[in-house]
């Protein structure tokens, strides 16, 4: 729950846009700008662009998104924990 916590954190003091480029995403995840992370950008925008509209120019993708493929990759959290935290990031109603 820390991790999901943590996420969360840097997404709200970075005060992150609503979609985000390269250059967010490794300002956003605090990862080194290396053909790795720009791989593994490029991928995560490639399978999002089947629900979204891409940039030509700059990809990008939504960030709330990114958070929960961030989410995907965090093996100590239960599978209902992790349901109900990105319930929670789209929920702007608060119908908890």
């Not at 820390?2 to 967010?24: C, G, H, P, T, W």
């Not at 993708?61 to 349901?83: F, H, P, Q, S």
């Amino acid at each position: 729950m820390d991790s999901m916590n943590k996420i969360l954190e840097i997404y709200f003091d970075q005060k992150v846009s609503e979609r985000i480029n390269y250059a967010q995403f490794i300002k956003f995840t605090r990862v080194d700008d290396t053909v790795e992370s720009k791989n593994v950008f490029n991928s995560i925008v490639g399978d999002s662009r089947m629900s979204s509209k891409s940039n030509k120019k700059m990809p990008t993708i939504e960030a709330k998104i990114l958070i929960i493929y961030i989410l995907g990759t965090i093996e100590n959290v239960e599978k209902d924990v992790k349901l109900k935290f990105a319930f929670d990031l789209y929920d702007e109603e608060d119908s908890r």
